[in-house]
């Protein structure tokens, strides 16, 4: 597809598309934006309006958008629980698919996504834009080159002291699939896979609590939120085994008691070295008898009247996807990867209600080829 102007399709004007994406995809030259669909009619035609050609169409049924032709490419930006039904529809009709995050709501639904790029041959990946932040790509590196030694213990860490979505469907755990386990812990659990190269988990252990989500007239950036539409988690935690023996700490919330807070966040500790985001990229280490803490320069200085600037994650991540299709080369995000995030994710609810761990053998674990 080199030379030639890929054709995207937009499924889901909310939120994501109107921060994310659509900004995203409108500053490459080898892109155009030619359908748009929102159950919400409105939404569609103001996407259209502001990133669309001419020429574009606006939709209110999925199916309609995903059977055009010519249309090369689709970005699924709805809620969670629609991901893989109009993902599979898409990659069926031939077209490549970008997924918002959480691939989906749970395994089942993930791995039918997985499976249905690999019979089409189109091209999916999942929107976890973290990994292309300037600190993410340097602290990969570094993993990559063994600075770390063997990373034996990390903690994924996505904590928010408030910080409550109160638009949308965010409380509905029906429809998303869950709370800030799904919504945010998933970015910091793909990112520290990602980081270790690590995609082999062989149990579980979770547990899930729901103590401040009762709370009347609650302090919270976005306002209070309602207690009687609040039904999912307000925090999760959960702990990973993985097959090497590494062990990963998943901690999610959107409101907890604690001034210790960050999103997508990686605590790597290794035989060499250790590295963590906690403020700023920061490795740690030994040398000589002496205890070491580095933090490398993640953005430029600028000279005089030029300022250095860096391309934000979104950006970044709708270029390398875009360039994946245009090449015909792997996104960086690979499906199977995203599917055992789900996994996880998955088994952390599941061993909740439960009480009990989640063995992997027992699940027909599918990990990465």
Not at 44 to 73: N, S
Not at 241 to 266: D, K
Not at 338 to 360: C, D, M, R
Request: hydrophobic residues 40%; negative net charge.
């Amino acid at each position: 597809m080199k030379g030639k102007k890929l054709k995207v399709g937009i499924v889901g004007v909310g939120g994501i598309a109107n921060g994310k994406h659509m900004p995203s995809l409108a500053k490459l030259d080898n892109v155009e934006m030619v359908a748009f669909c929102d159950v919400i009619e409105e939404r569609a035609k103001k996407g259209a309006k502001e990133y669309g050609t001419p020429d574009a169409k606006v939709f209110t049924d999925y199916r309609d958008l995903v059977a055009l032709k010519g249309l090369d490419i689709v970005h699924v930006l709805t809620p969670n629980d629609v991901h893989s039904e109009i993902t599979v529809a898409a990659l069926e009709a031939g077209k490549h698919v970008m997924c918002e995050k959480p691939m989906a709501i749970n395994s089942e639904q993930a791995l039918a996504m997985v499976e249905a790029a690999e019979r089409t041959g189109k091209q999916l990946t999942i929107g976890y834009q973290n990994r292309f932040r300037p600190d993410s790509q340097y602290l990969k590196r570094l993993c990559d080159a063994g600075e770390l030694g063997e990373i034996y213990f990390a903690k994924a860490l996505a904590i928010r002291r408030r910080g409550v979505p109160t638009w949308g469907i965010f409380l509905n755990e029906k429809r998303q699939g869950g709370g800030p386990l799904i919504d945010i812990g998933t970015h910091s659990l793909d990112l520290t896979l990602w980081l270790t190269g690590n995609y082999k988990p062989v149990s579980v252990m979770g547990v899930t609590y729901r103590k401040l989500a009762d709370t009347e007239n609650a302090a919270n950036p976005w306002g209070p939120w309602d207690p009687k539409e609040f039904t999912t988690e307000d925090s999760a935690f959960g702990f990973v085994r993985f097959e090497n023996g590494m062990t990963v700490i998943l901690e999610a919330s959107w409101a907890l008691n604690t001034l210790q807070v960050g999103e997508a966040m990686s605590v790597l500790c290794g035989t060499k070295a250790g590295a963590d985001m906690l403020d700023g990229l920061r490795i740690n280490g030994e040398k000589f008898s002496k205890l070491y803490t580095t933090k490398p320069a993640m953005h430029g200085e600028g000279v005089a009247f030029y300022e250095a600037t860096d391309e934000d994650a979104g950006a970044a991540e709708a270029k390398y996807w875009i360039d994946a299709i245009a090449n015909d080369t792997e996104p960086l995000v690979k499906p199977r990867e995203a599917y055992v995030v789900t996994q996880i994710l998955e088994a952390i609810y599941e061993s909740a209600k439960t009480g009990k761990p989640v063995y992997f053998s027992d699940k027909n674990c599918c990990t990465c080829k």
